[in-house]
């Protein structure tokens, strides 16, 4: 490999604010004990901690999401060719499920799917937990492992009162670090949700065969078409812009746009929703240079989009994520929706076009970015 250093995606990479943060190359640095880099704001990218200490290997180059060195590899690996022939990435079928569990339907975005299948894995002993993220506010996530049931429903992103601190706290985002925790769990079976450029990174090790991705035994991959970031000021400009109070939301959700859930006086819920194209202040820059919406390495992707209301999105790739899928549905962990293949084509066009959106949006801010 060539002389690449974590210097080349300073330059390359965060000098042009397209950082997506993803915490791969915190993670997967080849000499990691020597805090060689790291987060030092959890809102800004990874820097130099030691930099006299960095070999100079270039790991952290070549599994950047935003270098795309190894997509070849991955395309091979994944069946995928890209994006113009495949918007939505290879996959083996396609559903539209809900848990059967009461708890993960009602504490889930959508149908409760993926924690519903995390806490079957981890029954069956075939993962020792996951890495999720935690919701202390709808706009406010953290990356944690989960390996029981309460953990899980803790993590699903639901109905949860927002912190007494919301004042206090100045920034908020919906994007979580799950990647550098994979590094506190070295020696476990684990399941990982993340994000597209999440779990690009750790498909990029899994193919380079480093350490730790050889414990991640099944990538569940959400769909993403942005991310989310509020800063003070920010929050009050949402406020005016939207006539909504940040405090009365009590959940966020995305699917053709973003959906906010908030606390209502009297009877019923009280839901607003919002465009993709009027929250483009709010939305992480690199999310601008990101061009895969439903996560094509995942061994399953998940989403809301396509689905009706409390039922996930599936789209299952890998022969890992297939037989998975059969055992779930056989074990009757999720029930799905009968589609027949006229329906079945009208979800993937509808996901089909969103996917190719954001492959637009991408060429389009490239084009300017210098
Ligand atoms: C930032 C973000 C953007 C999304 N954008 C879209 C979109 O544009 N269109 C669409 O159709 N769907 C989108 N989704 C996916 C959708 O919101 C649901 O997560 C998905 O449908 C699964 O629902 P579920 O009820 O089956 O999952 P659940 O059973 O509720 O499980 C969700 C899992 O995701 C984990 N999680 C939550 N937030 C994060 C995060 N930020 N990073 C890593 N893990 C996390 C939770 O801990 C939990 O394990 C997005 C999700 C996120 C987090
Ligand atoms: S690997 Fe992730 S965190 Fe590291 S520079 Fe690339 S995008 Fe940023
Ligand atoms: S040691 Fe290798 S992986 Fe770590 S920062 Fe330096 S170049 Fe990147
Ligand atoms: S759009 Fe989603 S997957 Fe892409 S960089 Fe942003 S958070 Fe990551």
């Known amino acids: 490999m060539s002389t690449k250093s974590f210097q080349d995606l300073i330059n390359e990479v965060h000098d042009r604010g397209i950082c997506q943060e993803c915490g791969g190359c915190v993670s997967f640095c080849s000499s ?27 790991i952290c180059y070549y599994i950047c999401p935003q270098t795309h060195i190894l997509d070849d590899s991955l395309n091979k690996s994944y069946k995928f060719s890209d994006f113009s022939s495949m918007p939505i990435g290879y ?5 539209s499920c809900r848990a059967t569990d009461k708890e993960f339907l009602e504490y889930g975005t959508d149908g409760g799917v993926v924690n519903s299948i995390i806490n079957y894995l981890i029954e069956k002993k075939m993962i020792d937990g996951a890495i999720v ?42 994007y979580t670090h799950s990647i550098p925790e994979l590094n506190h769990y070295k020696f476990k079976k684990l399941a990982v949700v993340g994000t597209p450029c999440q779990l ?69 819920e009280k839901i607003i929703h919002i465009p ?36 996930t999105t599936v789209i299952v790739r890998t022969e890992k994520g297939k037989k998975v899928m059969a055992q779930v549905i056989s074990d009757g962990v999720v029930s799905c ?32 970015l210098v």
């Not at 996959?91 to 559903?95: A, F, G, H, P, V």
């Not at 009162?161 to 206090?168: A, G, V, Y």
């Open 91 to 95: 996959y083996e079928d396609i559903y």
């Open 276 to 311: 993709f194209n009027h929250l483009n202040n709010y939305m992480r820059f690199a999310c601008n240079a990101c061009d895969d919406f439903t996560n094509v390495y995942a061994d399953i992707s998940f989403g809301g989009l396509g689905s009706p209301d409390k039922y």
């Open 200 to 268: 690009y990174t750790v498909r990029c090790m899994q193919d380079l065969g480093v350490t730790p991705s050889e414990n991640v035994e099944i990538c569940l991959g959400l769909f993403c078409y942005e991310n989310f970031f509020f800063d003070k000021s920010q929050i009050k400009k949402f406020e005016k812009d939207f006539n909504i109070k940040f405090s009365d939301i009590e959940k966020i959700n995305i699917k053709e746009d973003v959906i906010f859930k908030l606390k209502s006086e009297g009877a019923g």
């Open 32 to 58: 990691a004990e020597f805090n060689i880099i790291g987060f030092k704001d959890k809102y800004s990218p990874p820097e130099y901690i030691n930099k006299d200490k960095c070999l100079e290997c270039g």
């Open 337 to 368: 929706l009968e589609i027949d293949s006229s329906k079945k084509n009208k979800m993937i066009e509808l996901i089909s076009q969103f996917s190719q959106s954001k492959v637009n949006r991408k060429e389009d801010f490239m084009k300017d």
């Open 133 to 174: 993220s935690r919701t202390d506010a709808p706009f406010s996530r953290e990356a944690t492992f989960a390996d029981n049931k309460p953990d899980l429903i803790r993590s699903s992103g639901a109905k949860l009162d927002i912190s007494p601190q919301l004042d206090e706290i100045q920034k908020f985002s919906t």
